[in-house]
Nanobody, 117 residues
């Protein structure tokens, strides 16, 4: 059974930091691209960052502030978020994706991040 379990969200003041974690199970973690998405109230879910192998990509709005990383030995992907802004407030979702013939696409349940003074 595939599971993606996010943790690490919470309330933080502007300029603060949080580290999100996503623990994966039920699939071969190292063979999947892992991503973080976020969805703010009233907005569509959007991509924040992706890590595939050692390659990373970020949406422009988080470049230089967020860092995605993975530990294949622990089946975990992380999102270090620094210099947080109120506009970073959203539910953050972990995603696992692989396309080899068939498409495999899995989601976590999300973790709330609120940036407010």
């Amino acid at each position: 059974q595939v599971q993606l379990v996010e943790s690490g969200g919470g309330l933080v003041q502007p300029g603060g930091s949080l580290r999100l974690s996503c623990a994966a199970s039920g699939f071969v973690f190292s063979t999947y691209a892992m991503s973080w998405y976020r969805q703010a109230p009233g907005k569509e879910r959007s991509l924040v960052a992706t890590i595939a192998g050692s390659s990373t990509n970020y949406v422009d709005s988080v470049k230089g502030r967020f860092t995605i990383s993975r530990d294949n030995a622990k089946n975990t992907v992380y999102l270090q978020m620094n210099s947080l802004k109120p506009e970073d407030t959203a539910v953050y979702y972990c995603n696992a994706y692989r396309q080899r013939g068939s498409i495999y696409n899995y989601w976590g349940q999300g973790t709330q991040v609120t940036v407010s003074s």
